[in-house]
T-cell receptor, first 111, second 113 residues
Framework: DAKTTQPNSMESNEEEPVHLPCNHSTISGTDYIHWYRQLPSQGPEYVIHGLTSNVNNRMASLAIAEDRKSSTLILHRATLRDAAVYYCILVGGTSYGKLTFGQGTILTVHP | DADVTQTPRNRITKTGKRIMLECSQTKGHDRMYWYRQDPGLGLRLIYYSFDVKDINKGEISDGYSVSRQAQAKFSLSLESAIPNQTALYFC????????????FGPGTRLLVL
């Protein structure tokens, strides 16, 4: 399975944009890029996913590099509630829904 | 009401005891999953079920068994609990059309003494 690399931790200030990077240099053509986050004392929560084009939803935006070897999750205006561990996960066509969670990035948001 | 519920939320047991963790969902999803989370290791898949008659082992199934009693219910059992099964356990569900978009329960914190 293709692996992802994320920074261990990042910090942001409230109401500022946050760009969370993910490297996946061995991604295959059929791998989707999924992002989940885990708030303190909660189960993981789906954030967004994409294949090639940039994606937007009510929670975040996903920017995918043209060569697909990296992607960035963008939180447009961080709030204290966005403090969480963010996971970047590659999902292939034969994954049958199996998610492989790595270490993720711990995001700290300062007031 | 929560879409995915887990019981109990916290449990302390002793080595060698049998314990069952239960998961129920009201989302109408056909797929259900059990994960465990250990500090510094992320989440790892234990078992997954595509429907009531289709159960599959995940990455770390040794020492665990599961039962899919109905589409909405998926139970995880530890036949003889051991201390290294102390962890946070999560149940998740998804629809077969979007299997990677999973909805997680609140977790069960298990301590095996």
């Amino acid at each position: 399975d293709a692996k992802t690399t994320q920074p261990n931790s990042m910090e942001s200030n409230e109401e500022e944009p946050v760009h969370l990077p993910c490297n996946h240099s061995t991604i295959s053509g059929t791998d989707y890029i999924h992002w989940y986050r885990q708030l303190p004392s909660q189960g993981p929560e789906y954030v967004i996913h994409g294949l090639t084009s940039n994606v937007n939803n009510r929670m975040a935006s996903l920017a995918i590099a043209e060569d697909r070897k990296s992607s960035t999750l963008i939180l447009h205006r961080a709030t204290l509630r966005d403090a969480a561990v963010y996971y970047c996960i590659l999902v292939g066509g034969t994954s049958y829904g199996k998610l492989t969670f790595g270490q993720g990035t711990i995001l700290t948001v300062h007031p | 009401d929560a879409d995915v519920t887990q019981t109990p939320r916290n449990r302390i047991t002793k080595t060698g005891k049998r314990i069952m963790l239960e998961c129920s969902q009201t989302k109408g999803h056909d797929r259900m999953y059990w994960y465990r989370q250990d500090p510094g290791l992320g989440l790892r898949l234990i078992y997954y079920s595509f429907d009531v008659k289709d159960i599959n082992k995940g990455e770390i199934s040794d020492g665990y068994s599961v039962s899919r009693q109905a589409q909405a219910k998926f139970s995880l059992s530890l036949e003889s609990a051991i201390p290294n099964q102390t962890a946070l356990y999560f149940c998740a569900t998804s629809d077969s059309l979007l299997p990677e978009t999973q909805y997680f329960g609140p977790g069960t914190r298990l301590l095996v003494l």
